[in-house]
């Protein structure tokens, strides 16, 4: 089944313990991308990716690291978080037009 | 960079009535105009898009119309039905390939039976 895989659904952590969240697609999809999810905000991008080493900012990445190693995997690294960073977090890919997007990864930083 | 407006932020109307939501975006080189919908704790699914050399698309109630010169494109939905209950968001991209969509911030659409 094509998919975006996110783990984990849920996490809670303290203040400054860096985390890391996984996202992985199995469609082949050159373009992979961070969003962030807040009530009222609709959805804000972090950062985003054409191709493997290709990665680039978005709308709202301060305190946000990510890697694209390999096509298929796009993790989301949180270094110090802080609980400004308690949000919904969705992973998408796309091969050119829309997007397919992962199950959501609920943060809250305590 | 573009900039995508949506409006109302909630809508409430009665089974079988009709839904209309509207978005405007910015950047007149904009050419493509997805709308997914979220329901509750889920994630968000593409419903429906368009393109620009398109003016309107439907898929059986779901309809989309895009008003290039007026830089707008709004999302229909006829017979509303309660399971159409939802976040409702438009987006739009620029230029080609892979570039990001930018996203409206949502409506809620609530279909009281």
């Known amino acids: 089944e094509a998919q975006v895989t996110q783990n984990p659904r849920y996490l809670i952590t303290v203040t400054g313990k860096k985390l890391t969240v996984t996202c992985s697609q199995n469609?082949?999809?050159?373009?992979m991308s961070w969003y962030r999810q807040d009530p009222g905000l609709g959805l804000r991008q972090i950062y985003y990716?054409?191709?493997?080493?290709?990665?680039d900012k978005g709308d709202v990445p301060e305190g946000y690291k990510v890697s694209r190693k390999e096509k298929r995997n796009f993790p989301l690294i949180l270094e110090s978080p802080s609980p400004n960073q308690t949000s919904l977090y969705f992973c998408?890919?796309?091969?050119?037009?829309?997007?397919?997007f992962g199950s959501g990864t609920r943060l809250t930083v305590v | 960079g573009e900039n995508v407006e949506q409006h109302p932020s909630t809508l409430s109307v009665q089974e079988g009535d009709s839904a209309v939501i509207k978005c405007t975006y910015s950047?007149?080189?904009?050419?493509?105009f997805p709308w997914y919908k979220q329901e509750l704790g889920k994630r968000p699914q593409l419903i429906i898009d368009?393109?620009?050399?398109?003016g309107e698309k439907k898929d059986q109630r779901i309809a989309v119309t895009l008003n290039k010169t007026a830089k707008h494109f709004s999302l229909h939905i006829t017979e509303t039905q309660p399971e159409d209950s939802a976040v409702y968001f438009c987006?739009?991209?620029?230029?080609?390939?892979?570039?990001?969509?930018?996203f409206g911030k949502g409506t809620m659409l609530l279909v009281s039976p």
């Open positions: 368009i393109r620009s050399n398109v």
């Open positions: 998408a890919s796309s091969s050119g037009y829309g997007y397919t």
């Open positions: 990716s054409m191709n493997v080493e290709v990665t």
């Open positions: 469609m082949n999809h050159e373009y």
């Open positions: 950047d007149s080189a904009s050419n493509y």
């Open positions: 987006a739009a991209r620029q230029g080609g390939g892979y570039s990001t969509l930018t």
